[in-house]
């Protein structure tokens, strides 16, 4: 809900504090309020007492003037006349000496006779009664629709000839009257009840509340009521009810009221400025609470960026002014982020240098390297390989080929001064050196390598510098540094392949090998679709003119990329471990497709090229053994030499092994290599195969010619056939027939073709033989 500290203290304690001073004012306003209400009451009971003194005052003043006029001789005389014009003038004298309001006589019968005459109306039933059966009733008397406070008096002459009335108005005057009685500013007004039944003021004032209506009745319920609460339409107050007795039945009573609120008048001053303290307060509290919040915050909102930038990798320390707890807290934040910088000082060493040598390594090569792409003078990557470093490190110790590098290293950075550089790898070096072309590049690179290569010093030996160079200018600007590092370790690839001492990348020879990548993952799904097969090659036999081998050779047609040549594939597959299985499924297919030779009446013998790599692999020699059981007939491995001078062993352990489980063996590709004469020695070989670049330059070159038949030679000598490769004219033909070259392979012989196509067109050159032989026959 509150993001900042500061904000929620306030906000909590200012709410505190406001619940607190409204408990306050509660309390003092019930307080307050329940004094003033008690005094109140107390103050209408008084008031309530005082008005029936003076009530009864006011009777016993009307009570003897009437009594006095009954007493009157000359009036008793006008009333025993019972003359209407006499009467009348007497009760208007009457009234006149009287003070009255009212003056009438009521005769004996109930008629009403006033100083205007004889009434027409009789004296209201009520009224005649209560004079009939008490001794001078008194109460109060509705006349001429206004409430009167009346008394009687009987008139006797000596009989009884009436009753003298005399009444006094209760009005409005009389109210105020009555109210300057009382202490309190009260309010008094005489009620009747209409009739309808709602009380209304006898001064006529329509004045109907319905909670006044129901106060009164309540009040006259009960009887004799005490001052009571009445919520009236213009607030609370406290109201007293007191009937009046009545001489004609009207129902009415005398109200006095008393409005809290001015009772509470008084106090409101207290209220007011137990508000104003209050708010004053508040103001106050709010202010220290947010300078005082402030205090803790600011600080901890100072850690708290500090935090962040440090996060951001920015060390600032946090600077502490107070002795408090967050001042320890701060100097602890300062204290770790001391330690963290060292500790990335540390790492940040270990992740750029490389520990052996302490010589900057191939990360931080990368960071230079990035800020060099971005100037605008171009530069190149020169990879240093040193040569035969395995061997040397073997012949000098570990600890001594580091110290060769380390100094390596020196001499690198002092024969170019701030050029960045760094170890790349075990054996390699690296260093970036600005030129804007390649000659430039080339120039530079033959001085590095002119001053690199003279011998170091190392423990009072002197040791020779070998190394071979490689070079990559990034490719644009937009070139990672990652990507001219790759490049110039490639090019030094390079220059070991070509035997070269430098060599800048040669891209095109390099390929795509990410292309080739994809490649391999094709390469089980072609398997599987069709799309890889095999054709085969079929050898002749010099002696007899017949075919009994055939070599089988893979073919992958591509749906994207079409035919795939073998001299691609099969390497990649080596490189990147799938020659196993595709060697597997070759022999799997040749062993069938062996079958179906058979099947068509050709039982030839076939050679499946086993690669280098897997010829020293026990595994793959068992699984190839499992996978030649159902062949046949023969079946032949060519191997090349190469694949046994990687892991000489176990490969001529499965080799002989092959050779005892029926397979021939063949020595392919015989003169491409180094050959030498202890291989021929050693492997259990059944037939040789010359490489067919011998055998092309056969017919061209005498010294060849030479070596073609000194091998074949050598190779009966050892006991084994041969067969020469890439026989592609009559001449090469005949010419190693002459040479007693035991078999020929090559476009002369057959193009390589589908097992279909291969069963035709054996089947065509046996019907052709079968006519020449008839023809012979016939002839
Ligand atoms: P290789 O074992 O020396 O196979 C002979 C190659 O020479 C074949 O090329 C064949 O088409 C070609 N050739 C045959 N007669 C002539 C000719 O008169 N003149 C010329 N110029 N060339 C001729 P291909 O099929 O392209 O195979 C290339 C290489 O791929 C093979 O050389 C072999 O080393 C490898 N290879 C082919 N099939 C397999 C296989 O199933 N497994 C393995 N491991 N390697 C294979
Ligand atoms: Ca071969
Ligand atoms: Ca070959």
Redesign the pocket.
Known sequence: MFRHLRLKLTVLYAGLFCIALAFIAAGAFAVVNGNSERMVREQLKTTGIVFDRVWQLRFQRLEDSATLSSSDYGFRQAVATADAATLASALSNLRERLDADVVFLVAPEGLVYSPRGLESAPASDQLHAALETEEAPTGVLMIGGALHQAVSAPIYAPNLLGWVIVAERLDAAEMRALERLSAIPLNASAMVRASNGAWVSSEGAAETDTQIDTFIDRTLRAGQGDPDLLAGADGPAMALVKPFRSLDGTASVLMLRYPMALALAPYRALFSTLLAIGIIALCLLVIATWLLARGITQPISTLEEAARRLQAGEHVPVKVRSRDEIARLAESFNAMAAAIQLRERKITQLAFHDSETRLPNRAALERRLVAMLKQPRGFVVVAIGIDRFAHMRGAIGYAHASSFLQQLGVRLTQLAPNAPMARLSNDVLAVALLADNDSEALRRVQGLLANLEQSLRIDEQVVDVNVTIGVAAPEGKAASPGDVIEHASIALDQARAARAKIAFFDKAAYGDPTRNLSLMGDMHRAMDNGEIG??Y?LKMDFRSNTIESA?????WRHPRRGMI???LF?PMA?ETGH?RA??EW?LARAVEEQGMLADAGFPLAIS????GR?VGDRDFAHAALAAVKGARHDLCF?I?ETAVIDNPEIALENIELFARHGIKIAI??YGSGLSSLSYLKQMPAHEL?I??VFV?SLVHSQRDALLVRSTIELAHGLGMRVTA????TPTTFALLASMGCDMA????VA??AAVGDVIIALGDARRAEAAERAGKASA
């Not at 070599?551 to 073919?555: D, H, I, M």
Request: proline share 5%.
């Open positions: 095999l054709f090659q070599e089988a050779l893979v073919r040549s073998p001299d099969v080596e020659v595709l060697t070759v499946v090229n086993i690669s897997l060519e090349t392919d590709d195969k490489d067919k092309q490769e890439g026989v592609e392979q090559g476009y002369f193009r390589p």
